[in-house]
Nanobody, 124 residues
Framework: QVQLVESGGGWVQAGGSLRLSCTAS????????MVWLRQAPGKQREYVAG????????FYADSVKGRFTISRDNAKNTVYLQMTSLTPGDTAVYYC?????????????????WGQGTQVTVSS
């Protein structure tokens, strides 16, 4: 069992930055790939970025590539999402999740564990 708690969301003006954190409790965090997804009002949940257990491989949605950076600190059981050049289109609830297998999967059903989410609001 893995418990995930996100933090770091908030309100920011367009062009600004935020860093989200997701801290895991439970066993074997360092063995899991970790993923960030987001859901905007009235839209389906959307893949954002993923990172393999070692941190050596990352994957990004085209919509955030070059603006967002995912990283992890296994000693702290924490994965981060550094977000820069934010736009109102990035407004959503952001979730961290543990994939069943493929850390690049966009399908919500391919994830075993989810955090409760953290709201990010970007104003124009």
């Amino acid at each position: 069992q893995v418990q995930l708690v996100e933090s770091g969301g908030g309100w920011v003006q367009a062009g600004g930055s935020l860093r989200l954190s997701c801290t895991a409790s439970g066993r074997s965090f360092s063995r899991y790939a970790m993923v960030w997804l987001r859901q905007a009002p009235g839209k389906q949940r959307e893949y954002v970025a993923g990172i393999r257990w070692s941190g050596g491989s990352t994957f990004y949605a085209d919509s955030v590539k070059g603006r967002f950076t995912i990283s992890r600190d296994n000693a702290k059981n924490t994965v981060y999402l550094q977000m820069t050049s934010l736009t109102p289109g990035d407004t959503a609830v952001y979730y961290c999740a543990v994939p069943k297998s493929d850390y690049r999967s966009p399908l919500a059903g391919d994830y075993d564990y989810w955090g409760q989410g953290t709201q990010v609001t970007v104003s124009s």
